[in-house]
């Protein structure tokens, strides 16, 4: 986490986004839209600060945003979520996965096992909590694991089975298989499920499944996500756990020491949010889905090999077909030769498994469509 000089390592989005501003090239690197949400809950917000929600909210997150996670989950999922004991409000999705991790492993004998290539803060929590990471690649076109793989990485050391659905960096959504695997999996070596969806609305071909709702999953299942995708507003970091009070009692022990409470105004706002018609769920990824096509299309016009996402902010593309054999390279060089930064789906693996991901590149698709159009025909300048 910090160079030998003592120095902090920048993450790769903070890294790449450094890049797009000294090289005025369009951002495709660091996954955030470039337009805000929705303007009733910009307002809900504005109102919130207005009439003096600005202090310390209660430890779990106010009483009105609790309720609409848990309604939230009845309607989308079916499931039923004490909203007092199974919801908790955290700092984004990030707090959530730092505070589970901590709280859920107890040295280096307890195993998180993560598919890879996988989100930057997975691996740097798992260090901070001083357990062992043990990753299983995600193969093919579709990036799916090997459930043999998968069952092999299981043991009775694996504390937390740490799943991303639908997946960053690669778009991935999981099969039934695998998600069933995981559970099974997980119940044969009595280890937690943590599942990281944050973006459970930004599917393009199938409904999202969360974990939580398949039998047997639930006891030990905590499910994570957030309002940044949904509503657009990653800055206000707003995120939450659910699951069984046990869990998030766990959670919540880490979470009031790490931050205690946070964002009070924002709160009320995506709890308005949560409740917002289904055309607004719909809307959203309807709308990256046609972003998705203008990126894909632009992409396999400057020559790239694209696997086209079933969800979440990304697309990969392949640059093999440009000649690139190093993803790293070829992007730290994009900027120059198209006006373009993306993000080598290396940084996103370990060094064991770097070399299946070589030429892979991840261009992030949640941007204004003139932007995508701009960024494609710059990238039309590669073929
Ligand atoms: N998990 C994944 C897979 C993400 O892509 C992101 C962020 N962009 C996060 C967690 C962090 O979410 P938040 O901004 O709510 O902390
Ligand atoms: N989740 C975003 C991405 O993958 C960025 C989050 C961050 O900057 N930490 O690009």
Redesign the pocket.
Known sequence: LVDADGTARPTIFAEMSALAVRTGAINLGQ?FPDEDGPGEVLEAAREAIANGVNQYPPGRGIRTLLQAIAQHQQRFYGLELDPDRDVLVTA????A?AAALLALTDGPDDEVVVFEPH?D?YAACVALAGARLVTVPLRGDDFQPDLDELARAVTDRTRVILV?DPH?PTGAVFSREVLDEVVRLADRHDAIIVT?E?YEHLVFDRPHVPIATLPGAWDRTLTIS?G??TFSM?GW?I?WATGPADLIDAVLAVKQFLTYVNGAPFQPAIALGLGMPDEFFIGIADTLRAKRDVLGAGLREAGFAVRVPSGSYFTVADAAPLGATDADEFCRRLPERAGVVAIPLTAFATPEHRGEYATLVRFAACKRFDVLEEAASRLASLA
Request: a neutral charge; charged letters at 20%.
């Open positions: 996954g984004g999705a990030t707090e996965i989100y803060s991303n960053n990281d944050v957030s940044g995708k990653t970091k995120g």
